[in-house]
């Protein structure tokens, strides 16, 4: 059945959208005038222009209509577009000037004055990252395994080779890596990864080996909406005898439950990584459109979270183990990653900001 037919059968005919994008619009424009913050600006341009708002449903539709409807509907799809989004940015324009000018005044005044006021009553809330990373590492604790550190300094070795990295990887190249400017062979840099802790935990010589090691590292990424150049990650390591690509699933599938609830699934994809043969990427259902498929998950319904898979066998030696006589898994993610998802974050370059109104914004979800 043609467009136009479900369209009408639907009463959503040409002139009946028409009235509708009007109403759209309207709705839109009188929000935009109440919005204060560009947390509501945010919502606001989501369902004004976002994927699923009616303008964009009928612009993906215009394709499907007769000639003579087409034209009368996309006229009204571009003057309402054209309304919306100059209207959006007069909004922004308003709001990033009362935003500046309120935050003006608070450190004109005071540049504590939230951090006191959380101190007298007693409604602190920590970082949402750090948050993350005490949830996570009680799941794993749960679930059997150690919480372990290591780090942020490593040399070449431990950060590269140890984890089958090649020399002339493009990881170990200058402009992906802080190396440190000081006289040390072999040279030291800020771990890009948590996997160099892999090496350590095996080297203590005691197995078998359940750990987990969140951390802090660093990338010599540009920032933007999802990558800044310091962020952190959490990684499991399974070592022991008999363990199989069925116990990393089984203990993906285990975290992913008790993480994100039982309605959250979880799957594997094939993949390369250096340091595991075989590997794999891990997806989870997406979080913000229960896996029925929106822009943040490019209509998959998965989102990939990290990397895993079994433990290499030269990963295994530089370790100090036999990879005849035990294998492992490793899998890691993230936790970053894992928060934009988890509250919506846009932009996760709001992450480092130190903006307390991130923290009082989310303080009730702890």
Wanted: aromatic share 6%; net charge negative.
């Amino acid at each position: 059945m043609r467009r136009e037919r479900v369209m009408e059968a639907e009463g959503l005919g040409a002139a009946s959208s028409i009235d509708a994008l009007a109403g759209h619009v309207e709705r839109v424009l009188a929000e935009l005038e109440a919005v204060e913050s560009s947390l509501d600006l945010a919502r606001v341009r989501e369902a004004a222009i976002g994927p699923t708002s009616l303008l964009a449903t009928l612009s993906r539709s215009l394709r499907d209509l007769d000639p003579s409807q087409r034209s009368i509907v996309g006229r009204a799809v571009s003057d309402a577009r054209r309304r919306v989004t100059d209207a959006l940015e007069r909004a922004g324009r308003r709001v990033r000037e009362a935003e500046l000018e309120r935050q003006l005044q608070a450190e004109r005044s005071d540049p504590t004055t939230g951090l006191v006021r959380s101190a007298l009553d007693g409604t602190g809330a920590r970082h949402l990252v750090a948050r993350a990373r005490m949830e996570l590492e009680d799941v794993f604790w749960r679930l059997g395994f150690e919480v372990a550190t290591g780090p942020e300094v490593e040399d070449e070795w431990h950060n590269f080779e140890a984890l089958n990295v090649a020399e002339f990887h493009p990881a170990r190249a200058a402009q992906d890596s802080f190396y440190l400017d000081v006289p040390a062979s072999p040279p030291l840099l800020l771990r890009t990864h948590t996997s160099p802790a892999q090496i350590r935990l095996m080297r203590r010589g005691r197995l078998p080996i359940y750990a987990v090691v969140p951390g802090r590292v660093y990338r010599r990424d540009t920032p933007d909406a999802r990558h800044t150049p310091a962020f952190h990650q959490i990684e499991a390591l399974v070592v022991d005898e008999g363990i199989s690509f069925a116990h990393l699933k089984g203990t993906i599938e285990a975290f992913t439950s008790a993480y994100f609830g039982p309605h959250i699934a979880s799957r594997l994809r094939p993949a390369y990584f250096p340091f595991t043969e075989p590997s794999a990427e891990f997806e989870v259902t997406c979080t913000i459109c229960g896996g029925q498929g929106c822009r943040t998950c490019s209509g998959t319904g998965w989102i990939e979270l990290g990397g895993a898979g079994m433990v290499h066998e030269r990963v295994l030696e530089a370790g100090g183990l036999d990879p005849t006589s035990v294998s492992g898994f490793a899998f890691g993610f993230g936790i970053d990653r894992l928060v934009q998802m988890r509250y919506g974050i846009a932009d996760m370059r709001i992450l480092p900001d130190n903006d307390v109104r991130l923290l009082w914004q989310t303080r009730g979800e702890a």
